[in-house]
């Protein structure tokens, strides 16, 4: 990691949250900037797009029994923004357990807001069908397990699968024609191209003994070595954690459902439970800033929530 | 029920005869019954690992976390449903051998069957 090396192993947990709001992306000078919505107003007429993730739908247990009202809170925040933005992303974990009626719910959702979904499937949104209830709903068009690129505000979108035919490492994983795939997308490129990378587990290792991250990342990471501006955007572990390294910078969304305690810090990653009544209040009151001090390009994230 | 007590039956019965009329009988009887073992799932582990059993056993896994987790066995081609809280998966170990397997949600989860 490139982050300032005063900055203790504690300090940098401290700077790992989570909310359960939207995540408003905006692309200024190829690079993209974060902020969770309600924080800021949009900067003039600059590229936007919105990120969620983590919805479970279907999800009802004790740290969050009514998902469905905090993900509709979350879109009823995006349906709000003074500027449109141009698109959502969704990264993953759509659904609790890959249920019918719980795509439905998403799509339902998710369409009130008029907005274009680009999603990528977590772990839970794969689980019948061989991952086939997600890629009919959301996947269509898509490549292998339901990983494409597009184009957009000049910028190139990559959203990866990481989730699929899981390995012993424990970890997240690419697998080998996805990684062909995106040496090969990404060949024809000019390095000044502002890359952003959508997938659900996080890309690096967050932390290796919940499997918080990919054990082929480190790969595809360097078929984008040539390039200005990478942005990494992941979800899975239900808290803002940020990092920059050289021209890449690490984004982790909060999810819109329940929190997962920060790395270690508990027994297990399972959803964390706050006292009764006081989940929107712990959801709304993250606030990171990471920034460091020896990366040449510096991502300024500061999702602030009141 | 005696019947289907296995090797020790025989002093087994004689503890069901002198344990007659209390309750130690059920509680004795059920472990009998139950010749088959189980796995639980709690904070992301499988508990006990490695499971000792014999070959014929049956090993039910039942899932006590709020998050749905699975059992999946590459060398047995076993991959289980989902199992949301609460809910079990059952798997008869009919040959010898020792078998790893791991959560296919979470296969930072570990487990191990030993089958004798």
Known sequence: MSIDPNLQRRGFLKCMTW???????????????????????AAGTDFTFVQISDSHLGFDKPANP??????????DDVTKLPMQPAFMVHT?????????AQFDTAAQLCGGTKLTMHTVPGEHDILEEDGKSYLNRFGKGTKGDGWYSFDAGGVHFI?????VNLQGTG????GHDQLE???????????????????????????????????DGAQA????????????????????????EGNVSFHTARSTAFPQPAPGSAKSPGPMLVPAGELKRYLGIASVKLVSSKAPLAIVDTPLAS | MIETLGPGGLARRLLLRRALGTGIVVAIARTALAADAQIVIDNFTFSPTPLIVKAGTTVTWV?????PHSVVCPDLKVKSHPMDTDETFAYKFEQAGTYDYMCGLHPHMHGQVVVT
């Open chain 1, 181 to 215: 795939w995106l040496e090969d997308d990404v060949a024809h490129l000019t390095a000044s191209t502002p890359i952003v990378v959508f997938a659900h587990v996080p890309l690096w290792i967050v932390y290796q003994d919940w499997g918080w991250g990919t054990a």
């Open chain 2, 63 to 67: 899932n006590h976390d709020d998050i």
């Open chain 1, 92 to 100: 993953g974990d759509i659904t609790h357990l890959s249920k019918p």
């Open chain 1, 159 to 163: 959203g990866l699968v990481n989730v």
């Open chain 1, 19 to 41: 909310a359960g709001t939207a995540m408003v992306w905006t692309v200024a000078g190829g690079v993209p900037r974060s902020r969770l919505i309600g924080s800021a107003e």
């Open chain 1, 66 to 75: 009514n998902v469905t009202a905090t993900l509709q809170e979350a879109l």
């Open chain 1, 171 to 174: 970890l997240g994983n690419l």
């Open chain 1, 221 to 244: 990471l360097s078929y984008l070595k040539k390039f200005g501006s990478v942005t990494v955007l992941n979800g899975h572990i239900h808290q803002t954690l940020q990092k920059v």
